[in-house]
Structures are given as C-alpha cells and as structure tokens.
C-alpha cells in the first residue's frame, strides 16, 4: 500500500556485536537500499556492498545486504536486511541516514511481526509461539514453541471451524430451503454424532493445557519448612551456586526467591521461602505470608524436617507434598520421609534430583502440547459449552444454529480472524523492538 510507512530498526541484540542487522519492512525498502548501496542486489541474496551516506557520499560501514520481494518475506511487504558490523557507532550512522529518507519511521516493539499478521503471514496462535520461541530457556520450551510457531495449533483450529461451518450450513439450508424438493427436510442422521465428536476432541485439546502451561512457563517448585530447615542450602545446591544467604541466624530468609534451572530440558522454578513460624517481626510475618502464598500455588512443594528445628505442618492443600529430612548428615528424622538429604556432604542430591526429574517428566511429558496459553484454556471451554448447547437444542434449528455460530466465532477470535485488535495491543507489547 502507497501510504503505509516503510519501518526500520536494529533486529540482532545489544551491541557491540560482531553483526549486527539492520531491518526494514515497506514500499520504501529498496529505494533505501538504492540510496545507501547504489544498486539493488539480487533477491535473496546476500550481496557484500560498501553503505554510504547518499547526500555526501561518505562511508559508512562496509556490510551484507539481502532483499526480499513481496510477499515472499517475513512481513509479506517488502524486505530489506543489512547485515553490518556490530559498532554502537556504526549502527547509530546507519539508522540516522535511513531515517532522513522519505517514508521511512523506526520500527516500534512489535511492529514487524504484526505486519506479518495484517498480511496473513502469521495467525495469532503462531504469533504467539513466535514470543514464546524468543523466551524459551529450555529443550522442551524450544519445541513447543516451534510447534506452536509452525502453525500447529492454528492449524487444528482451521479443521474444527471448518466442521462447524459446515454444521452450520445443514441447518441454514433446513431454515432456507426446506420447501424445496432437492433439500431433504431432516438433518442427517450423522449431524449430532459429527458435533458430539467434536466436543470430545476439543476436550482432549483442552485437557493437555496444564501439561502446555507447564512445558511453557515451568514447574514450579517451591521449599517449605521451619527458620533453619536447611532450604536455602537445598536452593544452592540444586541451582550450584550460593544464591541465598545461608547462616546460623534462623529466619535469615524474609521473602520468597525464585531461581530457575534447567532440569533434563525442562525448566523448574525452585523457590526459597521464609521459614514458618510464629513471629512478632512484621517484617518476617509478611515473609511467612507470602511463603504461604508461594504453597499454594506450587506444582510440587518440598516441605523440609531438620533433625534440629521444630517440625512444621503445611496443612491441607490442593498441592502434591513430598517430605525431605533434611541435613541428613547430623542424625535422622524421627517422622516418615519420602527422601533423605544432606546438602553440607551432597548426600541424597543426586537422588532427589532424579525423582524430580522423573517425577516432572510424568507431569509434562515428552510430546509439545499446543494447548498452552490462558487464552487457548478459554476459547475451548468456551466453544465446547456452544457446541454442547447446540445438541441439546438440535431439534429448535435457529437456536442450534446460533450456538454453532458462537462457537465458530470463538475459534476465529483464537487465531486472530476477528476480535483481535486488543489481543494484538497486548501481545505486541511484550515483544522487542524490530521483531
């Protein structure tokens, strides 16, 4: 489009860098490379040119440059990228003499990604593996991600709005056309057997979403026990390295700490708590709190016995327990473990982290699950309650009709086909700029 801004920004990382690459998106982006290089270079192609400033001429980095024609690119406009050296100097120059160019703005966070979506690039299910791949820390955020980026998930929801639009229109042609002699007036004996089933698969789809959002956002582990228990050790040890303070002086910890590791390709959040007790510290009381809070929404919480501190009790909680006696190395506890550790001798570690290992494995799983964003949960739930309403009201054809179009609806809005505007606003925000 004539009137659409040509973007600019730096799409490589923080500099100095060894390359450092420059993007641009719009109608503007080969005449910007024209003026800065004297000539376009073959379509994807990577052409080594000398830059220059076009209105004096002079030198301003010697770099890669590579166009993709529309809509073969990222955007499906226009592309350019200009892979230079990673001088913060060099850079600055670059940018500073593309933006004296005609049409040309930089890029905010975001920005090319959502062009990709306007030009139907991307779906916003895909979108949304694309930042989940740029935050991944992990094998198996890695793969979900990428599974989710190629178009998995968007995919599947293409299949089941197509089999309610087509559900759809057996009735439209019921209500529009049953006086004719052509249309049969019943619907087909398959109809509610066709919707039943795909009930049943959306609530499979929706039934690997707390495996989706742990293979996402991580397992979340956290240590529970008395002022002493021995769980900043444990975090230390399990992490391998002294990020909590650890001392004599019990009740040191007074806040929850998170640390993340990398446990057989799955990302565990372990986090410290502060010891659980009676107090008149306000200070510490707001730490017992929030060490509370931090239970409850745990995955799995290690709750930690020492044979020299007072036995602490978590209560019931909606939250698997397993019970550690810790510092093993100084006598054994007197109540029922699941494990025994010492992390002063390292005794027991190596144990614990296998059953953690195992025991996350089981809850997460090996395959990437698609299913794995709040707003996935809440699309599905929603079109499985539509669908399930337009079988029970399969015999009342405008009211079935209307709760199939509800559900069609709703899938559309997960991949980005209507109502996407502010799920755009938000999701772009989180992205970097010149992505």
């Known amino acids: ?19 450092a690459v420059i993007r641009l ?75 004296t160019l005609t049409g ?23 979108i949304e593996g694309l930042g989940d791949l740029l935050a991944a820390e992990t094998e198996s955020q890695r793969k979900q ?16 709005r197509d089999i309610l639009l087509d559900a759809r229109a057996e009735i439209e042609a019921q209500l529009d056309f049953s006086d004719e002699d052509d249309v049969p007036f019943s619907l087909p004996p398959h109809f509610r057997e066709d919707l039943t089933a795909l009930s049943t698969t959306l609530g499979e789809a929706l039934a690997g979403f707390e495996r989706g959002r742990l293979q996402r956002e991580g ?11 021995g769980k900043s050790s444990l975090l230390n040890r399990l992490a391998g390295s002294d990020l909590a303070i650890v001392t004599a002086e019990a009740g040191t910890t007074r806040d929850t700490k998170d640390v993340s590791i ?31 809070s931090a239970i409850e929404a745990a995955d799995l919480v290690l709750h930690l016995l020492a044979p020299d ?25 007197a109540h ?18 296998a059953r953690l290992k195992t025991h996350i494995e089981a809850q997460i799983g090996s395959e990437p699950m698609l299913v794995s964003h709040l707003r996935d949960q809440q699309a599905l739930a929603a079109a499985i309650t539509h669908i399930d309403q337009a079988i029970a009201r399969i015999d009342q054809l405008e009211l079935c009709a209307e709760e199939l179009r509800r559900a069609a609806d709703t899938l559309a809005g997960l991949i980005g086909l209507m109502d996407s505007e502010a799920v755009l606003d938000r999701l772009f925000a989180g992205f970097c700029i010149g992505k």
Do not use: Y
């Not at 991600?145 to 089941?160: F, K, T």
């Not at 602490?312 to 550690?324: E, K």
């Not at 025994?340 to 027991?348: D, E, M, P, Q």
């Open 1 to 19: 489009m004539p009137n659409t801004p040509t973007i600019v920004a730096l799409s490589s990382g923080s500099l100095p860098a060894g390359v």
């Open 25 to 99: 998106s719009g109608p503007q982006s080969f005449a910007a490379v024209t003026a800065l290089t004297g000539a376009l270079p073959p379509p994807r192609t990577l052409t080594l040119r000398m830059l220059r400033d076009p209105k004096t001429g002079t030198a301003l980095d010697q770099g890669l440059v590579a166009i993709f024609p529309a809509p073969h690119s990222f955007t499906g406009d226009d592309c350019a990228e200009l892979q230079i050296h990673g001088s913060p100097a060099g850079v600055k120059a670059v940018l500073a003499t593309l933006l």
């Open 104 to 126: 040309i703005t930089l890029a905010g966070p975001g920005d090319f990604t959502r062009r990709a979506f306007e030009n139907g690039k991307l779906d916003l299910t895909a």
């Open 145 to 160: 991600a990428l599974a989710r980026l190629e178009g998995g998930l968007g995919q599947q929801v293409g299949v089941w």
């Open 219 to 229: 397992f979340r582990v956290v240590l529970a026990g008395a002022p002493n228990a």
């Open 262 to 292: 990398d446990l057989g390709g799955a990302l565990v959040t372990l986090t410290d708590t502060a010891g659980l007790r009676e107090t008149d510290s306000l200070a510490e009381a707001e730490g017992v709190r929030r060490a509370h």
């Open 309 to 333: 501190t007072e036995t602490t009790h978590l209560g019931n909680i909606a939250v698997p327990i397993w019970t550690l006696a810790s510092k093993s190395d100084l006598g054994a506890q």
């Open 336 to 353: 029922p473990v699941d494990l025994a550790f010492s992390a002063h001798t390292g005794a027991g570690i190596e144990d614990l982290l």
